[in-house]
C-alpha cells in the first residue's frame, strides 16, 4: 500500500510538473512572438501656421455687487414736479433726482415767516415793556416763547421742503427709472438704484 501511495504521488508531481513545464514553454514563445512584433507606425497630421492676432479675454458666468449701493426713495408722499435724471446716468453726490410739489408747503411757509415777523415785534415790543418795568417777566417770557415757536415752525416748513427735494447721497451709477413726471409717490415708493 505504501508502494501504492508513492507511484501515485510520483504520478501526480509529474503530472503537475508537466502543466507547469508546458505553461512556461507557452509564456517563453509568447514573449519570443512579441519581441519579434514591430511597434505600428505612428499616426501624425500637420497643419500650416499662420499669424493671428489673440484677444486675451476669458468668457465665464457670473454676478457683480457694486461697493455701495441704495434704492432711492422718498420719505414723505407727494406728487412728482421734476425729474433731473435718465436711466443710466452718472450722477454727483448732491445731484437732484427727483422734486416733489411743494406748492402747499411754500404757502405754509410764507404764512410761519410773517408769523415769525410778527412774534419777533411783539418780543421787541414785550423787552423795551420791561426795560421801562410796565409788563411782567410772565410777558416777556411768553413774547420769547411765541418767537421761538415760530421760528421752529418755520424751520420745520424748510425741512419739509428739503426732504421733498430728493439727491444723490452719493456719486454713482443709476439704474432704471421706476416713476413718472406727475406720478402721486406715497412715502417709501422706490424710485432708481444708485
Known amino acids: 500500500m505504501a508502494k501504492r501511495m508513492i507511484i501515485m504521488l510520483v504520478v501526480v508531481l509529474?503530472?503537475?510538473?508537466?502543466?507547469?513545464?508546458?505553461r512556461i514553454h507557452q509564456f517563453s514563445e509568447m514573449g519570443k512572438a512579441m519581441a519579434a512584433m514591430k511597434q505600428p507606425p505612428?499616426?501624425?497630421?500637420t497643419a500650416n501656421a499662420k499669424a493671428d492676432e489673440w484677444q486675451p479675454t476669458l468668457r465665464t458666468t457670473g454676478s457683480i455687487a457694486a461697493v455701495q449701493g441704495v434704492t432711492v426713495s422718498n420719505e414723505l408722499a407727494g406728487v412728482i414736479d421734476q425729474i433731473g435724471f435718465k436711466s443710466g446716468d452718472t450722477v454727483q453726490k448732491g445731484a437732484l433726482l427727483v422734486k416733489l410739489n411743494t406748492d402747499t408747503e411754500q404757502a405754509q411757509l410764507h404764512s410761519a415767516q410773517a408769523g415769525t415777523e410778527l412774534a419777533k415785534q411783539n418780543l421787541e415790543r414785550a423787552k423795551k415793556l420791561r426795560e421801562s418795568n410796565v409788563n411782567a417777566q410772565a410777558d416777556l417770557d411768553a413774547a420769547q416763547a411765541q418767537y421761538d415757536q415760530a421760528v421752529a415752525n418755520v424751520e420745520n416748513i424748510k425741512?419739509?421742503?428739503?426732504?421733498?427735494?430728493i439727491?444723490?447721497?452719493?456719486?454713482?451709477?443709476?439704474g432704471i427709472r421706476l416713476v413718472n413726471l406727475g406720478q402721486y409717490l406715497p412715502a417709501g415708493t422706490a424710485?432708481?438704484?444708485?
Open 167 to 174: 439727491a444723490a447721497a452719493f456719486s454713482g451709477r443709476l
Open 14 to 22: 509529474l503530472l503537475i510538473g508537466g502543466i507547469f513545464g508546458y
Open 42 to 45: 505612428v499616426a501624425v497630421s
Open 191 to 194: 424710485i432708481v438704484s444708485l
Open 159 to 165: 425741512a419739509t421742503i428739503a426732504k421733498k427735494t
